[in-house]
């Protein structure tokens, strides 16, 4: 374990107006994603796609890092060089996702944990030679009648703990990931309950399995309505709720909070952020590691053709943009800036 490796990484993923592109959606998520704009889920389309976002001009101005899918680790960039090198070489840190996706947990209805611990010490040597420097665990907690079950928020706290700490021992950071859905119907206020119980059982299991917080980024859902309430809350509550709970569970000594954008619409995933990296005396950096609230524009724009690469490149750097001014608070006013 090298510390300070691990310090590097931690901070150099947080760097200040810079967040992380999270591009390791699993072929098929990516299957999805490209079918909304009748583009052929190919290794090669997946390959021109994922190139499109890492070579756009300038981009490293607002990504720190980049998660990654196995698959695109071992593929080439645009400059014939592995694509984990080609992001070095820009001052991007590549990340690696490792987790194997969900299963059902016995005797629940239908609640998920998260699968990939078996053989993993192996893997993540791999991923560090190949020069991944940071890694990716995803946990599902769905809100319900009646759930999240203890059950289910113990055994994917345990899992991201397990995860954290063959992270660390193989020198590569680890992003913990416990996402709270905002599917269904529920309010706020439960969101924000439920964020609490699984905050504050992640951290208690990170504790048993003696992880170090100093080299650890946490990457989480923001308390928002559930999708299908008709009151929304406001971005200022969505901000107020999602800093109290993360004041309440998440210790200081972490370098940094990232946030995943959940199915959020673009421009509320943005103003999200900006509010909360707006606040005095945030112990931590806020910062993005959005998928589809970064992507959305530019795979719209792209539907595989490659005429569209320079349009659709230039949707992604402007959804960089606005999230790197989110991430230090400017965003709104930048926007009445240019409405002046
Ligand atoms: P979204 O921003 O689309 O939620 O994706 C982030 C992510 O990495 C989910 O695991």
Not at 2 to 8: E, I, P, Q, T
Not at 117 to 140: H, I, N, P, S
Not at 200 to 225: D, F, G, P, W
């Amino acid at each position: 374990m090298d510390k300070a490796l691990l310090s590097r990484t931690a901070a150099a993923m947080v760097a200040k107006g810079k967040g992380i592109l999270a591009a390791d959606e699993s072929s098929g998520t990516c299957e999805k994603r490209f079918k909304s704009v009748n583009v052929e889920c190919t290794e090669e389309n997946r390959r021109s796609y994922r190139n499109l976002l890492f070579s756009t001009p300038g981009i490293e101005q607002y990504l720190s890092g980049v998660i990654l899918f196995d698959e695109t680790a071992r593929q080439k960039a645009v400059d014939g060089s592995p694509i984990p090198q080609y992001l070095q070489k820009k001052g991007i840190v590549p990340g690696i996702k490792v987790d194997k996706g969900t299963a059902d947990i016995p005797f629940t209805a239908g609640e998920k944990v998260t699968e990939g611990l078996d053989g993993l010490q192996k893997r993540m040597k791999e991923y560090f030679e190949m020069g991944c420097r940071f890694a990716k665990w995803r946990a599902v907690i769905t809100i319900g009648e009646g759930i999240p079950t203890h059950t289910c928020i113990y055994a994917n706290a345990h899992a991201l703990a397990r995860y954290a700490a063959i992270c660390q021992e193989a020198s590569i950071v680890p992003m913990i990931e416990p996402e709270v859905l905002l599917d269904g119907n529920h309010t706020a206020e439960r969101s924000e309950e439920v964020h609490e119980a699984t905050l504050r059982a992640t951290y208690a299991a990170l504790a048993a399995y003696n992880v170090s917080l100093e080299h650890l980024i946490l990457k989480t859902s923001m308390v928002v309505s559930g999708k299908d309430n008709p009151r929304q809350a406001s971005v200022e509550e969505v901000a107020e709720r999602t800093v109290r709970v993360l004041k309440r569970t998440v210790p200081a000594a972490q370098p940094g909070i990232v946030f995943l954008s959940g199915g959020q619409s673009d421009e509320a995933a943005t103003a999200h952020l900006s509010a909360m990296a707006a606040m005095p005396g945030l112990p931590w950096p806020l910062t993005f590691s959005y998928s589809r609230a970064l992507q959305n524009p530019a795979l719209k724009t792209w539907r595989g053709q490659a005429g569209n690469v320079a349009a659709a490149q230039k949707a992604f750097f402007h959804r960089a943009h606005m999230n790197g001014l989110a991430s230090t608070g400017k965003w709104r006013a930048e926007l009445e800036k240019q409405a002046a």
